[in-house]
């Protein structure tokens, strides 16, 4: 069984330009978690989504947006890239939204985006 | 809304003996808190995880224990090995509303062989 994958593992970007990031959850898991990854920080939220609806946002501007396929796989955008945006990506998969659901969810090894 | 703190930042220990790593949370209603192990350059693997309504749980070297009235938890780890040498990050969340997850700021373990 394959665990979460997203794609692209590295990507170098420049100041403006717009980055699209994939996930493809564990198998039969419904719910997909975005976190943003600074060096040196722990990972913060950016969205929830669950059955192709958004079910939490964090603190992240506009600039950020995501949804998820029919097929439970995920893409985050990020628009008018910053240079404070360069960070590692990491999505997280559990089965469902809440409760036992919810517990221990996996993480994929995430996108280093770097915005020069 | 949630503010993890975590403590220390850094931790060093000579191989075999143990590690705690403190971590206080600020949202009363946060009742689950995993611990995820992250090596460099790799994605954060959850190592131990405890709900509000259990006071300690233990895996093998691994436990965590939560006091809920000072809102704090701990990871203790026995016998470190080389192996353990990671960040470890503690995190909470309010399992009703989603898997939004808080996580603290990390602690770099280093275990001196």
């Known amino acids: 069984d394959a665990g979460v994958t997203q794609s692209p593992t590295h990507l170098i970007k420049t100041r403006g330009q717009q980055v699209t990031l994939r996930c493809s959850p564990i198998?039969?898991?419904?719910?997909v978690s975005w976190y943003q990854q600074v060096l040196g920080q722990g990972p913060q939220f950016i969205f929830q989504?669950?059955?192709?609806?958004?079910?939490g946002r964090g603190n992240f501007p506009d600039r950020f947006s995501a949804r998820q396929f029919p097929n439970y796989s995920s893409e985050l955008n990020v628009n008018a890239l910053l240079l404070g945006d360069s960070a590692l990506y990491l999505c997280?998969?559990?089965?469902?939204?809440?409760?036992?659901?919810?517990?221990?969810?996996?993480f994929g090894s995430g996108t280093r985006l770097t915005v020069v | 809304g949630e503010n993890v703190e975590q403590h220390p930042s850094t931790l060093s220990v000579q191989e075999g003996d143990s590690a705690v790593i403190k971590c206080t949370y600020s949202?009363?209603?946060?009742?689950?808190f995993p611990w995820y192990k992250q090596e460099l350059g790799k994605r954060p693997q959850l190592i131990i995880d405890?709900?509000?309504?259990?006071g300690e749980k233990k895996d093998q070297r691994i436990a965590v224990t939560l006091n809920k009235t000072a809102k704090h938890f701990s990871l203790h780890i026995t016998e470190t090995q080389p192996e353990d040498s990671a960040v470890y990050f503690c995190?909470?969340?309010?399992?009703?509303?989603?898997?939004?997850?808080?996580f603290g700021a990390g602690t770099i373990l280093r275990v001196k062989s």
């Open positions: 198998s039969g898991h419904k719910s």
């Open positions: 405890i709900r509000s309504n259990v």
């Open positions: 995190a909470a969340s309010i399992m009703e509303y989603g898997n939004k997850l808080v």
């Open positions: 949202d009363s209603a946060s009742n689950y």
């Open positions: 989504y669950y059955e192709k609806e958004e079910r």
């Open positions: 997280a998969s559990s089965l469902g939204l809440r409760g036992r659901d919810n517990y221990g969810y996996t």
